[in-house]
């Protein structure tokens, strides 16, 4: 059993401790069911589901809107902000492909969940973790670890790891595997941007 940090939408979400079986050399037979790709579709029913358990929570912010609307009046963060049950929706899928791609990392990795910046309302969200994910590449991380950065836009997934190691410390992440979960057109620029910090870098195709 391998525990596995999803960090979604960090502020929306926290971070959420996950339970992650990861095959054994033998080649132990999973017994869990396949995660497939949430669709766009699967997203907007999420959040219809959630408003109705939950009338009190905002719809989610239209075009143009700010990101402040994932908030209400208490100030706490909305429970059916799109950032936040997109969160939710891909999180099997994404831990699925992330304990396939742990190899011989031995600690817990860590997951940081994009969310799509093709809707303007979950920019806060974005905001919140690129702060944070800068962070840890500013403090650095200890060979043996695994940071992987994933989300259904890869393109948006792709800008947020890249602008997160452009001040790492040359050398910095050596040892360090750096999973990016995205789309094939970008591995070649997530590579280059992250050349110079000396991590292993691997992709995972979404």
Same mark, same amino acid.
């Given at each position: 059993m391998r525990k596995i940090l999803f960090i979604a939408a960090i502020a929306l979400l926290?971070? @959420?401790? @996950?339970?992650?079986?990861?095959?054994?050399?033998? !080649?132990? %037979?999973?017994?869990e069911t396949k995660a497939t790709r949430p669709t766009s579709s699967a997203v907007d029913d999420a959040i219809k589901t959630c408003q109705e358990k939950h009338p009190k929570a905002s719809t989610p912010? %239209? =075009?143009?809107?700010?990101?402040?609307?994932?908030s209400d009046d208490s100030g706490e963060e909305d429970a059916?902000?799109? $950032?936040? *049950?997109?969160? =939710? *929706?891909?999180? $099997?899928?994404?831990?699925?492909?992330? !304990? $396939?791609?742990? !190899?011989?990392i031995a600690n817990s990795p860590y997951v940081y969940f994009v969310p799509s910046g093709k809707y303007p309302d979950n920019q806060g969200a974005i905001s919140r973790?690129?702060? =944070?994910l800068n962070g840890t590449v500013a403090a650095t991380v200890l060979p043996g670890n695994m940071i992987a950065v994933a989300g259904p836009d890869s393109a948006t997934t792709a800008q947020v790891l890249a602008a997160a190691f452009k001040d790492a410390a040359p050398g910095s992440f050596k040892g360090v595997v750096v999973l990016f979960v995205g789309d094939k057109a970008d591995e070649a620029g997530v590579q280059q941007a992250l050349a110079a910090s000396g991590a292993t870098v691997k992709f995972a195709e979404l």
């Open positions: 926290g971070t @959420l401790g @996950l339970s992650a079986c990861q095959k054994s050399d033998q !080649g132990e %037979a999973a017994t912010a %239209a =075009s143009g809107t700010s990101a402040q609307a994932a059916c902000a799109r $950032a936040t *049950v997109s969160a =939710s *929706v891909w999180q $099997a899928y994404l831990q699925q492909i992330v !304990g $396939a791609n742990l !190899g011989d973790v690129q702060d =944070s």
